[in-house]
T-cell receptor, first 113, second 108 residues
Framework: GAGVSQSPSNKVTEKGKDVELRCDPISGHTALYWYRQSLGQGLEFLIYFQGNSAPDKSGLPSDRFSAERTGGSVSTLTIQRTQQEDSAVYLC???????????FGPGTRLTVT | KNEVEQSPQNLTAQEGEFITINCSYSVGISALHWLQQHPGGGIVSLFMLSSGKKKHGRLIATINIQEKHSSLHITASHPRDSAVYICAVHFGNEKLTFGTGTRLTIIP
C-alpha cells in the first residue's frame, strides 16, 4: 500500500503570501501529525489530529499557522502572510489509533524569499 | 521541562567500525524512536521501543528506563549508513519530542 504522501515537494513563495501544504496519510490511519524542521534546527511538533477529537494545536508557532483535516483523511497546513523564518521542511506523519508507530511522509520544503 | 539530548552531534568513522549514538531524556517516557534521515530524503523509523533491546540487521537499539537512556549501535558500519540519526520520545502522549540529531559519516 501507499505510504504517507505530501504535496508539493518544494514550494518557493514570496514573503507575505499564503501557502497551503497537503498531507495524505496512510489509509486507515486515524492519527495525523505535522512537524517542522528548520534549517540547522531539530524537528519540532506543530499539530496533531486524532479521529474526530479536537486537534492538539499546542505546537503551532503563531496564529498565522492553521491546519484542518477533512473527512478524517487528508490534511492541509496553511501558513498565512509567510515570513522568511517560516522557511523549513514540513513533515507529516500518520499512525493507527493508540499506536506510537508513526510513518513519515517525504516532506515539503518551503522557501520564503 | 521535557527534553531529549543526543550525543555526539557529529561522528565520523571508518568503514567497518562499531558505532554508538546516545540519547538521554529528562523524565519518564511512554516510548522512544530511533529515526534515520538521509540527505535530501525523508525520515525512516528504524526502531520503536519502550524497554529492553531490539535488533534489525546490523542495527541494535537498547533502552534503560531507570537511567533514562537509549543507545543506537551499528555494527560493521558502511558508507551507506551515513545519515542523520534522530532520537524521539513520547512523554506520555502521542506527540514526539525530538533530539537534535547525530550526523554520521562513514568513510570508505
Amino acid at each position: 500500500g501507499a505510504g504517507v504522501s505530501q504535496s508539493p515537494s518544494n514550494k518557493v513563495t514570496e514573503k507575505g503570501k499564503d501557502v497551503e501544504l497537503r498531507c495524505d496519510p496512510i489509509s486507515g490511519h486515524t492519527a495525523l501529525y505535522w512537524y517542522r524542521q528548520s534549517l540547522g534546527q531539530g524537528l519540532e511538533f506543530l499539530i496533531y489530529f486524532q479521529g474526530n477529537s479536537a486537534p492538539d494545536k499546542s505546537g503551532l508557532p503563531s496564529d498565522r499557522f492553521s491546519a484542518e483535516r477533512t473527512g478524517g483523511s487528508v490534511s492541509t497546513l496553511t501558513i498565512q502572510r509567510t515570513q522568511q523564518e517560516d522557511s523549513a521542511v514540513y513533515l507529516c506523519a500518520s499512525s493507527l489509533v493508540k499506536s506510537y508507530e508513526q510513518y513519515f511522509g517525504p516532506g515539503t520544503r518551503l522557501t520564503v524569499t | 521541562k521535557n527534553e531529549v539530548e543526543q550525543s555526539p552531534q557529529n561522528l565520523t568513522a571508518q568503514e567497518g567500525e562499531f558505532i554508538t549514538i546516545n540519547c538521554s531524556y529528562s523524565v519518564g517516557i511512554s516510548a522512544l524512536h530511533w529515526l534515520q534521515q538521509h540527505p535530501g530524503g525523508g525520515i525512516v523509523s528504524l526502531f520503536m521501543l519502550s524497554s529492553g533491546k531490539k535488533k534489525h540487521g546490523r542495527l541494535i537499539a537498547t533502552i534503560n528506563i531507570q537511567e533514562k537512556h537509549s543507545s543506537l549501535h551499528i555494527t560493521a558500519s558502511h558508507p551507506r549508513d551515513s545519515a542523520v540519526y534522530i532520537c524521539a520520545v513520547h512523554f506520555g502522549n502521542e506527540k514526539l519530542t525530538f533530539g537534535t540529531g547525530t550526523r554520521l559519516t562513514i568513510i570508505p
